[in-house]
């Protein structure tokens, strides 16, 4: 199993979680499921930083949020992409490819 | 107006509780879930909790931390929407106003009348009642003055004597400061001798009044007292006006009584004694006290003092007062009864005008008042028709809250235009009245609009547009949604009891104007009676100016005589010029009292009476047109070495010389038991000498010509023509007789009287403009709730002429509907009026408070203006097509 990075950079996770709500709106825990699978296991969010990350979205109305009905039945909080956050995941994304093609352009065997 | 979806999505508020308790259940879900998933795979729950946990990352960190940035962001939220419900209000506030545009014109009128006559008077009440006078600590100051406590608001100056024993005995004023202002002869270098206003005070006026100098200095103590080094203080205005602003005068002298003054100081700009004085020059008591036995009666010193810290006005009152006691019993002849009185100096500055200011602020009040009724009443009516639309925003959802609001916002929006105008008005209509009337106000009163008077212009039109246009609005909305809608287009009248409400409103406005109309209308008939009082003389083409002797060389009597001579020779030669005279005291400005006692009469007992006098010369009487009744003017004859002549008025004649002996009696003026005894010449007809208003009391008039002491005369010089025309030739005359002299106060006679009436027609105006404005109000009152029910009545109406009634049946029922509160009105009114005539009749003249022909014409007035504002309402209701009312259902 390969090594996660230890922490995550914050910004990192709020364009992870915007990704993620672009699949589909869902709670906070199937958010962090849904990274884990996409990611074959390796981005493994935390659940304090998804949390203060969804909040913190929340108010920078990328993100709404309304009360519904789990799986399970149970009260769960839904996240769902705003106009605004598909435009901030849009831009957030170029930024984000660019810079880990340059990373790993780098450390590329000459 | 585009608007974005996205709120109507989110969470509404939430309370800071809600906020926690949603924050606990999110993460508790999560922590839940993983728990779950962990015992699917094998682990037990205790394991799986802790594994739980052990992944989460700090909990109680992002537990505080999603809470925090959940109230900030619902803070946010709730101002945003706050902003966009205030947007959308004035918004639709504004749209509405525009669709019914003469709500909105009656409203805003009301308010701006009102505001603008209370900002108005506020601001001239604020100066003369409220505003600290230009002194330091002006509390503890007070004006000290003597008078016998059997006299009412009898004010007399101190003498020297009296006062230095009161300065010696007395423990409770820090300082005693006397003064005396009188018209002086200055000129600063070469410049032409010209005349100002100057008050001589004891050294330590400023330090009792705790105002330093601007420039240089004030007075040392013992300054004044040496009579060859002499000093002045000059006023911020005199320096200014008179010379030129130039800063180097201060150490220079000027001339002042052919004297030169050091100038050792500049007063701060504003500081005034009370008379608006060019300048200030130091005297003391010296003289005076060395001639204590005949200087003690001569109470010619007006005196302030300051209150020390920690004494009450009554303990430093009783303290004068007992030296007035003991001043009594060791002088009794000359201080009989006589008593110290202090009164706050604010008081006694603005006395002349505190009565008249208090007046017009009742009568604003009654505007304000009528506004209000005005402001309810088309809010009421308007509210009505409100009514479905209120309920068709309540049944989508709108809160009550959310509609009080929007109520609200209009009133505001109303307000504060209204308030905004009426400020606007203030500030116009006040520089307007003072341009008109410069002389109302003594001069340390500055008039101004300020930030307190906007705060309270502010408060009011904000009072007044939620109190009256805003809560019987909200009233009215709170109607039961489902028989606002079930009325829905018949357009009921309202419920009884708020119809009832919108009467009595219609009743108490026109009651009020009533009030207001009488009282102005009394003003008015006063004003008349004053300015058409018959004077006993001739103002018209009269010329005065006031001459003043000045220097050693008019010690002796010849040389004022000759001086005199000349001039009135020159001036009465002058052509156009049909007499010319002198006199002490100018006609129209005031008179002086002495005593008298009549030869050969018993010695009267107690306080000699009052007799006015005055001195005269030249053709005094031919150029007033004063009649003689008996006897002869003064001639050549009597020289200063003969025997004493006087003249005496009818009045005098009547009450002194019953029998009809007057001319040859002899009289002694004066409480000096040695003074000359004066033969009587002449006895000429009564004058108003004082004040219009002031009826003609028994008078002397001494020869002039005998007596000289008296440096200043008058000057009366009677013209064929328009009186100016002959102004040259006077300062002509008196250049020639000597150049180092001036002429001062330059004016028709016509302008004097103006200027003593100045007062009163100020109030006079000012009273009468609200008289008119309530009349405005109540008829635009009268109008606006008769229009609305005639509207609502529409249907009534058709049917009533459908069933055979003519249009006259119509409007005669609309007529007695508006006649009915009127007269309802004006009998609340003329009740009011009666009972509070009182007040007024301290400002009234030659006409009593209950003034019948006052009260008819009001009510006439009055019920031709309802008339005019009935009519309208009235025809458009004979006009009503019964057809098309009873199908418009």
Redesign the interface.
Known sequence: MTRSPAELLQGTVDILILRALAWEPM???AI?RWLAARSDGVLAV????L??AL??S??N?WV???WGL?ENN????YYSL??AGRARLQAESTVWRNYAAAVSKVLSPA | MPRTP?RF???PWRSRAQIAR??D???D??????VSELVAQGLSADDARKRAHD?????E??RS??RN??N??DRSVRTADRLDELRQDAAYALRTLRRSPGFAIVSIVTLALAIGANTAIFSVAQAVLLKPLPYAAPGSLVAFYEGHPKVPNQRLGLSAPNLADYTTQQHSLSGIASYYTRIATWRSGNSDPQIATVTSVTANMFDVLGVPAWRGRTFAAGEGADANSTKVVLSYQFWQTALGGDATIVGRTITVYNKPYDVIGIMPRGFTRGNNEAFWVPFDFADDLSRAAVTRKQHVYECLARIKPGITLQAAQADLAAISARLDADYPDINSDLRATLTPLREAMGRSVRDPVLLLLGAALLILLIACANLANVTLSRSMGRKTEMAVRAALGAGRGRLARQLLTESMILSIVGGACGVLLAIVGTRALLAVNPHVLPGVFEIGIDGRILLFSVAVSVGTGILFGFAPAISAARADLQTALKDRGRGGTGSRASERLRHMLVVAQVSLAVMLLIGAGLLVRSFREVSTVHLGYDPSNVMTAQLRVDGARYDSISAVNQFYDDVLGAIARTPGVVAAGASMAAPAQGKQFSTKFVEGAPPPTGTPPDIGYNMVRGDYFKALKIPMVAGRMFNATDTPNGPKVSIINESAAHAYFPNGNAVGSRVRIGPNPAADWVTIVGVVGDMRDAANWAAPVPSIYDNAAQETWWRSLSVVVRTSGDPMTVVPAIRAAVKAADPTLALRDVETLDEVIGVSLSARRFALGLAACFAILALILAAVGIYGVLAYSVNARTREFGVRLALGATGRDVMILVLRQGFGWSVAGLAIGIGGALAFGRLLASSLYGVSATDSTTYIAVVFGLLVVVLIACVVPASRATRVDPINSLRAE
Not at chain 1, 74 to 77: F, I, V
């Open positions: 709670h906070g825990y962090s935390e659940g304090a930083a949390y203060q909040h913190r929340e108010r109305k709404t949020a309304s789990s149970r009260k769960a909080k705003s106009t | 996205s999505f989110q969470f949603d924050v259940t999110e993460l879900f999560h922590l839940e879930m993983r992944e989460f990352g700090d909990l960190f992002t931390y999603c940035v959940d900030a962001s």
